[in-house]
Nanobody, 122 residues
Framework: QVQLVESGGGLVQVGSSLRLSCAVS????????MGWFRQGPGKEREFVAA????????AYADSVKGRFTISRDNAKNTMYLQMNNLKREDTAVYYC???????????????WGQGTQVIVSS
């Protein structure tokens, strides 16, 4: 059974940093592209970042480029999202995802995590 479990969310202030983690079990983690999506209050779920199976290729939404960094540790079956200079509009539930391709969208996700809440306050 495949499980994706996010952690690291919380309440932070504008301009601060946070690191999310996604631990994966039940899969050969190193085989698949992984990504992060988020869903803000009253908004649709949207793509945030993705990383190829070996970590060589990354992709980011324009709204987070230069502030967020996606990475993975295949030896630990874990993916990360380092979020710096957080803005109020980053407030959302963040979801870990395993995708079919690194150019990930909602339709190409195979598995989802349960989500972790990030709230950015001023």
């Amino acid at each position: 059974q495949v499980q994706l479990v996010e952690s690291g969310g919380g309440l932070v202030q504008v301009g601060s940093s946070l690191r999310l983690s996604c631990a994966v079990s039940g899969r050969t983690f190193r085989t698949y592209p992984m990504g992060w999506f988020r869903q803000g209050p009253g908004k649709e779920r949207e793509f945030v970042a993705a990383i190829s199976s070996n970590g060589a290729i990354t992709a980011y939404a324009d709204s987070v480029k230069g502030r967020f960094t996606i990475s993975r540790d295949n030896a630990k079956n874990t993916m990360y999202l380092q979020m710096n200079n957080l803005k109020r509009e980053d407030t959302a539930v963040y979801y870990c995802a395993e995708g079919r391709v690194v150019t990930m969208n909602l339709n190409s996700v195979r598995y989802w995590g349960q989500g972790t809440q990030v709230i950015v306050s001023s």
